[in-house]
């Protein structure tokens, strides 16, 4: 498949998964509102995933539906289940629903990052924790299970009481300065924190 029309991956939320799959989710309603747009432009049809309760980036994996497996969906669950609001109410686990880009709409009386399914809606239960590592040379929080080799981690965080303003600080410390305080803040997820130096 070709990545051309998704060179500005970046600006979204966004992470690789073990089969090197490119999984992208919106920062906000906007975001997903115009990142599915451009998917139904496509005509081709991609796995969507979105948490059970409302709050949650819609992610999409990148990739040709044949090629996606078992664990590319649950690592792209796991990513959707943390940066959704179920983060900061400290859930530890999260039903993600999955389905096809195909069975999505929207109607003019939807507000703003809403969108309808038609037809079959999978689930997978999933718990919430990321690792800290570098993906395309970036800070990233990530799926555990994303990742090829464990040596490469930098810490876990789990959904947790400290605010991630509060907790920036106390992570770059544990890190020795290897990044920013923004690059910290730009990788984690929103809410309370609780970091594990690996």
Same mark, same amino acid.
């Given at each position: 498949?070709?990545? #051309?029309?998704?060179?500005?991956? *970046?600006?979204? #939320? ?9 999984? &992208? @989710?919106? *920062? ?21 995933? !979105? ?5 949650? $980036? ?11 497996? #078992? /664990? ?24 993600? !629903?999955?389905?096809?880009? /195909?069975? &999505? ?10 969108? @309808? ?5 999978? #689930? ?15 800070? +990233?929080?990530? $799926?555990?299970?994303?990742? =090829?080799? *464990? =040596? /490469?981690?930098?810490? &876990?965080?789990?959904? @947790? =009481? ?7 600080? *106390? &992570? ?18 929103? @809410?309370?924190? +609780?970091?594990?130096?690996?």
């Amino acid at each position: 498949m070709s990545m #051309k029309e998704f060179e500005d991956y *970046k600006k979204y #939320k966004w992470f690789y998964t073990s089969s090197d799959k490119l999984v &992208i @989710g919106g *920062k906000n309603a906007v975001q997903n509102d115009s990142f599915l747009q451009k998917i139904k432009s496509l005509k081709k049809d991609f796995i969507v995933l !979105h948490t059970e309760a409302p709050g949650s $980036p819609f992610s999409i994996i990148i990739s040709d539906i044949n090629k996606i497996d #078992k /664990n590319d969906v649950e690592e792209s669950a796991v990513f959707t289940a943390c940066f959704s609001q179920a983060w900061k109410k400290g859930s530890k686990k999260v039903y993600v !629903h999955f389905f096809n880009s /195909n069975q &999505i709409y929207k109607t003019k009386g939807m507000k703003s990052g809403t969108w @309808g399914v038609i037809g079959n809606v999978k #689930k997978i239960s999933v718990e919430l924790s990321l690792v800290l590592i570098k993906q395309q040379g970036i800070l +990233r929080a990530v $799926p555990e299970k994303s990742v =090829k080799n *464990k =040596k /490469n981690i930098f810490g &876990i965080i789990y959904p @947790g =009481k400290i605010p991630k303003e509060e907790l920036a600080p *106390k &992570i770059l410390n544990e890190l020795n300065g290897l990044f920013t305080q923004y690059e910290i803040m730009s990788a984690i997820p929103s @809410g309370g924190l +609780r970091f594990c130096k690996k």
